[in-house]
T-cell receptor
Framework: GAVVSQHPSWVICKSGTSVKIECRSL??????MFWYRQFPKQSLMLMAT?????????EQGVEKDKFLINHASLTLSTLTVTSAHPEDSSFYICSARVGTGDAETQYFGPGTRLLVL | GQNIDQPTEMTATEGAIVQINCTYQ??????LFWYQQHAGEAPTFLSY??LDGLEEKGRFSSFLSRSKGYSYLLLKELQMKDSASYLCAGMDSNYQLIWGAGTKLIIKP
């Protein structure tokens, strides 16, 4: 089946540094990828929709200058948390979409845990 | 390897009960999640089980058997709005989520 990977799995960084998280579709191409943030035992909060070759679409309340998204190819999207602060500590999950309409399927990555000290 | 299996699609009748099964194989185990996802929306958290047994939350219940690597989501008194995809995800020893492909539930009047 379709596999989505994320790298790194865990990252611990100092406040003020930038962190890049990669999301890859390993055996399929995805023109659209999504970035979510999850707090413990809560629903996934959509941060942005990443479209290959164009600018990402950010959800209301998500700072686009803080969470930089680059979807440079059909198999890779990156999320860069710039000048990270402790409140950015969270579990970040990406997904890749294939198909459209009733045939649409999302495949989720395993997540990246970010801890900002 | 790590794997989550759940049926691709299920159909049920409004007002009835449906059980969506999920079997998992993970490297270590730190719990199992169920999410509901309507088309075009983000997944909504339904339940988290880490101990064996049944947890009931309104019309939705979730069951876990760690020895069998098995969980199910039980939906009672089905409503049309319950038509959605239901995602099963296991958390491994590294606290990574292993996702199932989702079960598309179709509710008929």
């Amino acid at each position: 089946g379709a596999v989505v990977s994320q790298h790194p799995s865990w990252v611990i960084c100092k406040s003020g540094t930038s962190v890049k998280i990669e999301c890859r579709s390993l055996d399929f191409q995805a023109t659209t990828m999504f970035w979510y943030r999850q707090f413990p035992k809560q629903s996934l909060m959509l941060m942005a929709t990443s479209n290959e070759g164009s600018k990402a679409t950010y959800e209301q309340g998500v700072e686009k200058d803080k969470f930089l998204i680059n979807h440079a190819s059909l198999t890779l999207s990156t999320l860069t948390v710039t000048s990270a602060h402790p409140e950015d500590s969270s579990f970040y999950i990406c997904s890749a979409r294939v198909g459209t309409g009733d045939a649409e399927t999302q495949y989720f990555g395993p997540g990246t845990r970010l801890l900002v000290l | 390897g790590q794997n989550i299996d759940q049926p691709t699609e299920m159909t049920a009748t409004e007002g009835a009960i449906v059980q969506i099964n999920c079997t998992y194989q993970t490297s270590g185990f730190n719990g199992l999640f169920w999410y509901q996802q309507h088309a075009g929306e983000a997944p909504t958290f339904l339940s988290y089980n880490v101990l064996d047994g049944l947890e009931e939350k309104g019309r939705f219940s979730s069951f876990l058997s760690r020895s069998k690597g098995y969980s199910y989501l039980l939906l009672k008194e089905l409503q049309m709005k319950d038509s959605a995809s239901y995602l099963c995800a296991g958390m491994d020893s590294n606290y990574q989520l292993i996702w199932g492909a989702g079960t598309k539930l179709i509710i008929k009047p």
